[in-house]
């Protein structure tokens, strides 16, 4: 089962930072945090992912909160092309050998 | 940049066939996935591998088998092919274990079996 809880949608203006949140109450101390979205009728994409500290790349932030309980993915200037399926995942260290994609929050960008 | 290529966008079939589906990756990968994916019920897996000739079950391998021959190819066989198998099938591949390396999707193919 999955182990992460997203908003089932959420809808953002083009040019505006999208901020989508993910709680992993769960969590325990060596699972990591990833993030892929899945654009219509194309395969799921890796975006980022995270342990402990914040990570940026060239897509998007990840912020993670101290207690590692809830996280932040950031698109800071959204375009329509982000429009997608995005999926918080948590992955233990070492022993997982699959990823357990959930629901996922639906981003809507309105121009 | 990687490429996961499958073999068919789309595909249809009848029940009681023997289907073969194709993915190739073009990045060494040691890792391999077959998922499905339908609606409202997220992205399942099928079966993975993590070397050549080594297969493991995913959480619905029933209906299903795979070969792995070559480390760049992984095939998804539906034995005999039944309405309920009707649905997306994404192949992924990663260079390490999914904690620490991402997965790299084909485009999928879209199974139909009337």
């Known amino acids: 089962d999955a182990k992460t809880t997203q908003p089932t949608s959420m809808d953002c203006a083009e040019g505006r930072a999208a901020n989508l949140p993910c709680n992993h109450s769960t969590i325990s101390g060596n699972e990591y945090v990833y993030w892929y979205r899945q654009i219509h009728s194309q395969g799921p994409q890796y975006i980022i992912h995270?342990?402990?500290n914040n990570e940026t790349n060239e897509m998007a932030s990840l912020i993670i909160t101290e207690d590692r309980k809830s996280s932040t993915l950031i698109l800071p200037h959204a375009t329509l092309r982000d429009t997608a399926v995005y999926y918080c995942i948590v992955v233990e260290d070492q022993g997982a050998q699959k990823l357990v994609f959930g629901q996922g929050t639906r981003l809507t960008i309105n121009p | 940049d990687v490429k996961v290529t499958q073999s068919s966008r789309y595909l249809v079939k009848r029940t009681g066939e023997k289907v073969f589906l194709e993915c190739v990756q073009d990045m060494d990968h040691e890792n391999m996935f077959w998922y499905r994916q339908d609606p409202g019920l997220g992205l399942r897996l099928i079966y993975f591998?993590?070397?050549?000739?080594?297969?493991e079950k995913g959480d619905i391998p029933e209906g299903y088998s795979v070969s792995r021959e070559k480390k760049e190819r992984f095939s998804l066989i539906l034995e005999s092919a039944s309405t309920n198998q009707t649905s997306m099938y994404l192949c992924?591949?990663?260079?390490?274990?999914?904690?620490?390396?991402?997965?790299?999707f084909g485009n999928g193919t879209r199974l139909t079996v009337t």
């Open positions: 591998s993590y070397d050549v000739k080594m297969k």
């Open positions: 995270g342990l402990k």
């Open positions: 992924a591949s990663s260079f390490l274990g999914v904690w620490n390396s991402p997965l790299h």
